[in-house]
């Protein structure tokens, strides 16, 4: 347990404190830096707010049923060696690709699209 202020309410507020104040009175060089610098602040936020979660978990189901890690598994799919009218692997194959995007890419079109349904 962590004493107030959370991880994420400071990275949320150094995030803030960029966009609001700083990236306003930079030249426009380090303005551009510091928006590349509050984006990665929003990543990490979402990874701490989010955490491994269910992608983590369907890449414990994944081994699991010996399926290795993903390189493992990648190798075996080329291969021809993995059944990829498995319900079960495709169906954690495609939450582990959800949880990523959810981290990596919450604006990605396709994505949104695919959550709201």
């Not at 404190?17 to 984006?39: C, H, I, M, Q, S």
């Not at 955490?51 to 291969?79: C, F, N, T």
């Amino acid at each position: 347990m962590h004493d107030q202020p959370s991880p994420s309410e400071i990275l949320a507020a150094a995030t803030a404190l960029l966009r609001d104040e700083l990236v306003p009175a930079l030249p426009a060089d380090l303005a551009f830096k510091a928006r590349v610098l509050a984006n990665a602040l929003d990543l990490v936020a979402r990874q701490v707010t989010l955490g491994d979660g269910e992608g983590a978990a369907a890449e414990a189901r994944l081994k699991a049923r010996g399926g290795g890690d993903l390189a493992g598994l990648s190798a075996r799919i080329e291969a021809g060696d993995a059944p990829l009218d498995d319900a079960a692997l495709l169906a954690d194959l495609w939450t582990m690709t959800l949880a990523k995007l959810a981290v990596d890419q919450p604006g990605y079109a396709s994505y949104c699209a695919e959550i709201q349904e």
